[in-house]
Protein backbone atom coordinates (compact mmCIF):
# COMPACT_ATOMS: atom_id res chain seq x y z
CA UNK A 1 0.00 0.00 0.00
CA UNK A 2 2.88 2.28 1.12
CA UNK A 3 4.53 1.55 -2.13
CA UNK A 4 1.51 2.52 -4.49
CA UNK A 5 1.03 5.51 -2.66
CA UNK A 6 4.75 6.68 -3.08
CA UNK A 7 4.23 5.88 -6.97
CA UNK A 8 1.40 7.29 -7.38
CA UNK A 9 3.41 10.57 -5.89
CA UNK A 10 6.57 10.43 -7.37
CA UNK A 11 4.19 10.07 -10.81
CA UNK A 12 2.35 13.27 -10.08
CA UNK A 13 4.69 15.76 -8.51
CA UNK A 14 7.04 16.18 -12.14
CA UNK A 15 3.84 16.84 -13.64
CA UNK A 16 2.40 19.13 -10.97
CA UNK A 17 5.94 21.55 -11.26
CA UNK A 18 5.64 21.07 -14.94
CA UNK A 19 2.55 23.06 -15.02
CA UNK A 20 3.38 25.85 -12.41
CA UNK A 21 6.20 26.70 -14.17
CA UNK A 22 4.28 28.52 -16.53
CA UNK A 23 2.45 29.95 -13.56
CA UNK A 24 5.22 31.10 -11.32
CA UNK A 25 7.05 32.72 -14.36
CA UNK A 26 3.39 34.95 -14.38
CA UNK A 27 3.83 35.64 -10.30
CA UNK A 28 6.87 36.87 -11.63
CA UNK A 29 6.69 39.41 -14.25
CA UNK A 30 3.04 40.03 -14.03
CA UNK A 31 2.23 44.04 -12.44
CA UNK A 32 -1.30 43.51 -11.44
CA UNK A 33 -3.14 40.94 -9.83
CA UNK A 34 -4.15 38.13 -11.75
CA UNK A 35 -6.59 35.46 -10.75
CA UNK A 36 -6.72 31.43 -11.20
CA UNK A 37 -8.96 32.35 -14.89
CA UNK A 38 -6.28 34.10 -16.48
CA UNK A 39 -3.18 33.41 -15.11
CA UNK A 40 -2.18 30.86 -17.88
CA UNK A 41 -2.24 33.37 -20.70
CA UNK A 42 -0.93 36.39 -19.16
CA UNK A 43 2.22 35.85 -19.75
CA UNK A 44 1.55 35.96 -23.56
CA UNK A 45 0.73 39.62 -22.74
CA UNK A 46 1.81 40.44 -26.22
CA UNK A 47 -1.27 38.01 -27.85
CA UNK A 48 -4.50 38.96 -28.50
CA UNK A 49 -5.73 35.27 -27.65
CA UNK A 50 -8.75 36.23 -28.88
CA UNK A 51 -7.47 36.61 -32.22
CA UNK A 52 -4.54 35.94 -32.73
CA UNK A 53 -3.40 32.34 -33.80
CA UNK A 54 -0.52 30.25 -31.28
CA UNK A 55 3.08 31.00 -32.22
CA UNK A 56 4.86 28.42 -34.17
CA UNK A 57 6.86 27.46 -31.38
CA UNK A 58 3.86 26.51 -29.08
CA UNK A 59 2.22 24.77 -32.05
CA UNK A 60 5.24 22.14 -32.48
CA UNK A 61 4.94 21.73 -28.85
CA UNK A 62 1.71 20.81 -28.75
CA UNK A 63 2.24 18.03 -31.72
CA UNK A 64 5.27 16.54 -30.58
CA UNK A 65 5.89 17.40 -26.97
CA UNK A 66 9.14 14.97 -26.77
CA UNK A 67 10.52 15.39 -30.48
CA UNK A 68 14.42 15.53 -30.39
CA UNK A 69 14.80 15.89 -34.01
CA UNK A 70 18.12 18.17 -34.86
CA UNK A 71 18.46 18.46 -31.21
CA UNK A 72 21.70 16.34 -30.02
CA UNK A 73 23.91 18.75 -29.38
CA UNK A 74 23.75 21.52 -25.98
CA UNK A 75 23.77 24.60 -28.21
CA UNK A 76 20.76 23.11 -30.55
CA UNK A 77 18.89 22.73 -26.99
CA UNK A 78 19.70 25.20 -25.75
CA UNK A 79 18.10 27.48 -28.61
CA UNK A 80 14.80 25.74 -28.42
CA UNK A 81 14.72 26.39 -24.69
CA UNK A 82 15.32 30.33 -25.83
CA UNK A 83 12.58 30.18 -27.71
CA UNK A 84 10.13 28.96 -25.81
CA UNK A 85 11.20 31.01 -22.73
CA UNK A 86 10.81 34.29 -25.18
CA UNK A 87 7.30 32.93 -25.34
CA UNK A 88 6.41 31.54 -21.99
CA UNK A 89 8.45 33.41 -19.99
CA UNK A 90 11.20 32.99 -17.27
CA UNK A 91 10.82 29.33 -16.37
CA UNK A 92 10.28 27.80 -12.22
CA UNK A 93 14.15 27.75 -12.03
CA UNK A 94 15.17 31.35 -12.39
CA UNK A 95 11.62 33.11 -12.07
CA UNK A 96 10.88 35.31 -9.00
CA UNK A 97 7.84 36.13 -6.70
CA UNK A 98 7.84 39.65 -5.64
CA UNK A 99 4.93 38.27 -3.41
CA UNK A 100 2.18 40.53 -4.29
CA UNK A 101 0.79 38.22 -6.35
CA UNK A 102 -2.51 36.57 -6.02
CA UNK A 103 -1.42 33.61 -7.29
CA UNK A 104 0.81 31.12 -4.79
CA UNK A 105 3.02 28.68 -6.04
CA UNK A 106 2.23 26.58 -2.99
CA UNK A 107 -1.79 26.74 -3.51
CA UNK A 108 -1.15 25.74 -7.44
CA UNK A 109 0.65 22.85 -6.41
CA UNK A 110 -1.42 21.66 -3.94
CA UNK A 111 -4.94 22.18 -6.06
CA UNK A 112 -3.25 20.31 -8.95
CA UNK A 113 -2.27 17.39 -6.83
CA UNK A 114 -5.50 16.90 -4.70
CA UNK A 115 -7.68 16.90 -8.03
CA UNK A 116 -5.05 14.46 -9.88
CA UNK A 117 -7.32 15.96 -13.20
CA UNK A 118 -4.88 14.68 -16.35
CA UNK A 119 -3.62 17.08 -19.38
CA UNK A 120 -6.21 18.97 -20.64
CA UNK A 121 -8.79 18.74 -17.74
CA UNK A 122 -5.76 20.52 -16.10
CA UNK A 123 -6.16 23.57 -18.45
CA UNK A 124 -9.92 23.51 -18.52
CA UNK A 125 -9.90 23.31 -14.25
CA UNK A 126 -7.31 26.68 -14.13
CA UNK A 127 -9.40 28.71 -16.87
CA UNK A 128 -12.33 27.60 -17.42
CA UNK A 129 -11.55 28.53 -21.02
CA UNK A 130 -13.85 28.56 -23.87
CA UNK A 131 -12.73 26.93 -27.13
CA UNK A 132 -10.38 29.83 -28.50
CA UNK A 133 -8.74 30.02 -24.67
CA UNK A 134 -8.82 26.41 -24.22
CA UNK A 135 -6.78 25.73 -27.69
CA UNK A 136 -4.23 28.67 -26.02
CA UNK A 137 -3.91 27.37 -22.65
CA UNK A 138 -3.20 23.62 -23.94
CA UNK A 139 -0.51 25.52 -26.60
CA UNK A 140 1.24 26.54 -23.66
CA UNK A 141 1.23 23.56 -20.87
CA UNK A 142 2.67 21.70 -23.71
CA UNK A 143 5.16 24.36 -24.55
CA UNK A 144 6.10 23.89 -20.53
CA UNK A 145 6.18 20.51 -21.00
CA UNK A 146 8.68 20.50 -23.88
CA UNK A 147 10.36 23.09 -21.71
CA UNK A 148 10.65 20.87 -18.55
CA UNK A 149 11.53 17.94 -21.13
CA UNK A 150 14.79 19.38 -22.79
CA UNK A 151 15.81 20.99 -19.93
CA UNK A 152 16.24 17.47 -18.36
CA UNK A 153 17.65 16.14 -21.58
CA UNK A 154 20.06 18.63 -21.59
CA UNK A 155 20.97 18.07 -17.70
CA UNK A 156 21.52 14.28 -18.57
CA UNK A 157 24.09 15.52 -21.83
CA UNK A 158 26.01 17.64 -19.34
CA UNK A 159 24.71 20.59 -21.21
CA UNK A 160 24.83 24.29 -19.09
CA UNK A 161 22.09 26.20 -18.97
CA UNK A 162 19.46 27.33 -20.60
CA UNK A 163 19.99 23.50 -21.88
CA UNK A 164 19.21 22.50 -18.26
CA UNK A 165 17.81 23.91 -15.72
CA UNK A 166 19.46 27.07 -14.08
CA UNK A 167 21.96 26.60 -10.59
CA UNK A 168 21.87 29.23 -7.73
CA UNK A 169 25.14 30.71 -10.09
CA UNK A 170 23.35 30.79 -12.83
CA UNK A 171 19.84 32.82 -11.48
CA UNK A 172 22.46 35.17 -9.55
CA UNK A 173 24.12 36.05 -12.91
CA UNK A 174 20.90 36.55 -15.41
CA UNK A 175 19.52 38.46 -12.59
CA UNK A 176 22.47 40.42 -11.92
CA UNK A 177 22.45 40.94 -16.12
CA UNK A 178 18.81 42.00 -15.61
CA UNK A 179 19.28 44.50 -13.00
CA UNK A 180 22.21 46.07 -14.72
CA UNK A 181 20.35 46.56 -17.88
CA UNK A 182 16.99 48.08 -15.97
CA UNK A 183 19.56 50.16 -14.04
CA UNK A 184 21.27 51.19 -17.81
CA UNK A 185 17.92 52.23 -19.49
CA UNK A 186 16.60 53.93 -16.62
CA UNK A 187 19.79 56.02 -16.45
CA UNK A 188 19.13 57.12 -20.40
CA UNK A 189 15.53 57.56 -19.53
CA UNK A 190 16.57 60.80 -16.82
CA UNK A 191 19.18 61.63 -19.14
CA UNK A 192 16.82 62.38 -22.08
CA UNK A 193 14.22 64.03 -19.50
CA UNK A 194 17.05 65.91 -17.87
CA UNK A 195 17.90 66.85 -21.72
CA UNK A 196 14.45 67.80 -22.11
CA UNK A 197 13.65 70.06 -19.25
CA UNK A 198 16.77 71.77 -19.50
CA UNK A 199 15.91 73.07 -23.12
CA UNK A 200 11.78 73.60 -21.71
CA UNK A 201 13.20 76.08 -19.13
CA UNK A 202 15.82 77.62 -21.57
CA UNK A 203 13.00 78.29 -24.00
CA UNK A 204 11.21 80.24 -21.02
CA UNK A 205 14.03 81.60 -19.95
CA UNK A 206 14.45 83.60 -22.94
CA UNK A 207 13.24 87.02 -23.11
CA UNK A 208 10.42 88.01 -25.36
CA UNK A 209 10.95 89.93 -28.60
CA UNK A 210 8.58 92.14 -30.19
CA UNK A 211 8.80 93.64 -33.48
CA UNK A 212 6.79 96.85 -34.38
CA UNK A 213 5.65 97.35 -37.86
CA UNK A 214 4.47 100.74 -39.54
CA UNK A 215 0.57 100.50 -39.98
CA UNK A 216 -0.51 101.03 -43.13
CA UNK A 217 -3.89 102.36 -43.90
CA UNK A 218 -6.32 102.11 -46.60
CA UNK A 219 -8.41 104.90 -47.49
CA UNK A 220 -11.64 103.49 -48.63
Known sequence: MKFTKA?????????????????S???????EKVTAGDVVTKPLS????KKDEVPDVLVAARNKPYDMSGLKKCPA????????????????DVARDDGNSTIKMGNIAKSLVS???????????ISGANAQQRKWNEAIYAGSVRRAYLKGMGEQRGCKYPA????????????????AAEANAKSERKKDDDKKDSKDKSAKSEPARFESKPVVQRTQ
Not at 8 to 23: D, E, H, S, Y
Not at 25 to 31: G, M, Y
Not at 172 to 177: D, F, M, V, Y
Open 25 to 31: AQTAVSE
Open 46 to 49: DFNI
Open 7 to 23: LRFATIMPCTLVVAAPL
Open 115 to 125: SLIPFGGVIRE
Open 77 to 92: IAAEVTKLDAVLGDDI
Open 164 to 179: RSATPKDVSTLWAARE
